[in-house]
């Protein structure tokens, strides 16, 4: 229990790091369904460093996802939140769980009731191809609303 009060005083920068720690099992499934090959014949710590790199990098990605959305929101309070920020994290961190864990169920049900088959490669196209159009999009909405912010500010 004294863990658990430990982590709800500590700094919002930490929170929000071990809560975008969350999702990383969700890589070591994916690279067991994917590449038994690779799960089995790495030892922990370098699957480990796989898992914590595409974790980093999945949550970077998740988190401007969700600033993206602030600026379209643009409330003055969301307007200039980071990374960090511990609204940004939990909704980041759910985003990638729930993305993650829908295409591992799509991928593994598809390779397992059809003739194609997923590989890492593919899951991981699949997934960051994904993660990439949702920046794309999120990108074009916010510009769009700070396009027509700037247009009404000068009439």
């Known amino acids: 229990m004294s863990y658990l009060k430990d982590i709800i005083d500590a700094p919002e920068k ?56 602030d600026k379209i929101d643009n409330t003055p309070e969301k307007k200039d939140r980071a990374m960090y920020d511990f609204g940004v994290t939990v909704i980041s961190v759910a985003f990638q769980v729930l993305l ?8 593994a049900i ?24 949702l920046i794309i999009i999120t990108s074009i909405g916010a510009k769009q609303v700070h396009n027509t912010t700037i247009k009404t500010k000068d009439i």
Do not use: Q, R
Request: hydrophobic share 60%; glycine share 4%.
């Open 100 to 107: 993650l864990g829908i295409w591992i169920a799509v991928s």
């Open 14 to 69: 930490l929170k929000s790091f071990i809560a975008y720690l969350i999702p990383m099992p969700f890589w070591y499934v994916a690279f067991f369904l994917f590449n038994k090959e690779l799960y089995l014949s790495l030892d922990l710590f370098t699957l480990s460093c796989f898992a914590f790199c595409f974790n980093i990098l999945s949550s970077c990605l998740y988190a401007w996802i969700t600033m993206n959305f």
């Open 110 to 133: 598809i390779s397992h009731y059809t003739l194609l088959v997923f590989n890492l490669k593919g899951f991981l196209g699949l997934y960051f191809g994904f993660t990439i159009l």
